[in-house]
């Protein structure tokens, strides 16, 4: 049963949360900074297992300009960025 405010019905995704972390230990890869714990899987779905409920400690990520490089053109600092992004897997 999802909250009547949430965005979502399906519940908060952790990867938009401003409190998800990934973790140092490999069996337990996934983190809530806010909850504090650590899970293998993410912590949305461990506080929902656990508690029956979506987690209500969700934020979302503050999304701030990224500053534009010093000596480049003034005209161009609201252009998007051309990041390159690969698209292979990998598998640490």
Known sequence: M???DSPNPRG???WQCRFFAISWDPRM???CQRLG???PVMPAIEVLRTDGQHCLGFSPK???PVP???GSD???AMQP???VTSTRLWQA
């Open 81 to 83: 960025s051309t990041r």
């Open 37 to 39: 714990f650590k899970s």
């Open 12 to 14: 908060p995704n952790c």
């Open 29 to 31: 890869p996934y983190a």
């Open 2 to 4: 999802a909250a009547k």
């Open 74 to 76: 003034p005209s161009n």
């Open 62 to 64: 503050d999304h701030a």
């Open 68 to 70: 534009a490089p010093s």
